[in-house]
Structures are given as structure tokens and as C-alpha cells.
């Protein structure tokens, strides 16, 4: 049998907005739809081979071999892969990020949509993007936002064959910019793998949950209408909210820094003075400035006049995942 090789890439994504606890943490069917930007530039690239010579799987991630979870986790995202395809074939992967993992930027969706297109190819299986984007899922969660173009939203599905993402909007569509400050933090972060878990304990989370589709209706119609000043309402309104449910939640998570809630401030504080900016938050301590590129250049020298920004990262709106020929 000859060996089977594919590369693929992929681009992380920031949710408008976010998926925050789930109806089934296995099937990672999630508590609320979700609405999201891929980001251009940020690439998570992974090549995956198949061949009946290997005898074990391996992961080599960002030039250095990994074993324990890392590999656990891609070990039971392949067993999916392989059992789909009725193939018990072992494989290697190879992945690298052009952006510090480190950084607080979710590397778990360009990784798991990367690895879903690279390894469906390697392996024979030609899926659909839905097909794609409900096999990314299964890894991780926002993941499935990055298989489709530019502007995407994960209709939550009550079921696994239902739950999947698709483009709202191309990437063309609408010169947006994400200004991300990264803010230095000494504490470990607990994982949104962990964090979903915790979701339901907080009291706040139905209400959040049950006001999801008229948040997700606004999101929509401000992305399809390019209306900034709609966008930037409701994209703060759910990064609060989530962030409500993270600290009232058992443990409580608190994620921002003082210097997060400086930013946070000081973005609101433009908005007012007619400057399209606006923020949104992961599960972090960094923020995410939102703007018009009109306004970027601008947007940018603010945020490097705060000493305690250690690093810019600046992204337009990217693309799906794509293969690239081996
Ligand atoms: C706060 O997709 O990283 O970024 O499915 O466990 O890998 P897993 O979780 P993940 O959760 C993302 C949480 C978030 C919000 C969002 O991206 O929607």
C-alpha cells in the first residue's frame, strides 16, 4: 500500500460571538450557536502521513516531539479519522504555528481544523466543509469556525450530524482589523476545555444561553450590513456576559488582568470619541481591539504607548482552511 501524505492550513479564530459550556462534553455539542472572524496572517500549519511502516502514531508540534495529552488528544481525533475511512493505518504529524502559543491565542481551532483537513485527505476521504467543520468540532470546539471562509457561524445543532459552521460573510467582505495586546500574566490559565465544564454552575449561564440567537440575530445582521456601531454593542454585550458566567461560576475563573480592564476602558473611551474600535475577550487576559482599518494605524499606536502591552499582533479577516500542494 503506498503511503498517503497531505499538508493543509489553517487560521486561528476570535469569536463575536463565543461558544461557553457545552450540552455534551464529549460530542463537544455546545450550549449556545457562535459567531466568529478567522485571522489572516496567524497560520497553524500541519502535514500528516499514513503509512503502514509506522508502528505507533507520533507528533512532532513546532519542531519538538510531543507525547502525554498533546498526542492523547490528536491520537483520539485520528481514531476518528481512521474509523470513518475503515483504514488501520498509523501516521505522523507535523505542525507548526507562526504565532507564540504562548500568546493566548486559541491554537486549538487552526490546530484541529489543519489536522481535520490534512489527515481526511491523507487517509482517502473527501468531505463536504460541513462534513470538515462537524469532524473539527469533535477536537475542538471552535475549530469547526475555521474550516469555512471569513465570517462564520456555528449553528449548534441539537444532534452530532447537525452541528457544524459555515460562512456568514467572505473574508473580503469587510476590512476589519483585530489589534491584539498581549498583557503579561504570571498566573496559568485554566483551559476552556476545563472552563466549559464549569459553565453551568454558574447561575448566570441560563440567562446567557437563553438570549443567545437574538445576540447571535444582531451579530449577523451588523456583519451582512457592515454596521460597525451595531457590531461593537453586541460583541462587548457577549464577551461580558461570558466572562459574568466565568467568574460566578464553581471554581469562579477570573481571567482579566487590572491592565485588561485599563484596555478595556480605554477602548470605550475612543468609541465615544467617534473612533470605530471596539473589544472582545477570550479566555485570557488579552483583548482583542475590534476596528475599522480605516482606524487601525491609530488603534495601534494607542495600544504601544501602554507600557505594559507586551506585544501587537495585528490581523485582517482570513480565509478557511486549505490544502496546499505537497
Ligand atoms: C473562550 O474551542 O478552545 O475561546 O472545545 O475544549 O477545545 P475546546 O474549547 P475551545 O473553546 C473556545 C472558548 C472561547 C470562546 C470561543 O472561541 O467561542
Redesign the pocket.
Known sequence: MPNTKATAIAHP???FI???GNRDDVL?LPSNG?I?MNLDGLTTKTRVEFSPLFKEDSLILNHKKHSGPALERVRAFLDLIRSMANKNLYSEVTSENNFPISAGI?S??AA?AALALAATKAIGSNLSEAELSRLARH?????C?SIPDGFVEWNYGDQDENSYAESIAPAASWDLVDCIALIATGHKKV???A??RFADTSPLQTARVQDASRRLGICRSAIIKKDFQLLAEIIELDSNL?HAVMMTSKPPLFYWEPQTLEVMRAVRNWRAQGIPACYTL??GPNVHVICLSSVSEKIKNNLEQMDFVQRLIIAKPGSGAFLLDN
Open positions: 479564530n476570535i469569536a463565543k461558544y461557553w463537544r457562535s466568529s486559541a486549538s481551532a484541529f477536537g475542538s470546539g471552535s475549530a469556525r483551559s476552556s476545555t472552563g466549559h461570558m477570550d479566555a
